[in-house]
């Protein structure tokens, strides 16, 4: 239990770096995939992608963009 925990954790420290890393580089709130704005609602550090490629249809098995 305590090891899902610790993982939880790792995993939402990089998702932070992540969107840091993208602020820096001026790409935050850009989709990854397609590069399309995020729109502002949406934009929070744990969405990468825009409301198309977020959907579940669009989805594809594994993600196209791998970005910490």
Known sequence: MAQGSERRVQQEMQRIRGALLRMDEGTYGECLNCEEPIGAGRLRADLRFCS??????ARPAKPMVSYM
């Open 52 to 57: 198309a490629w977020s959907a579940p249809a």
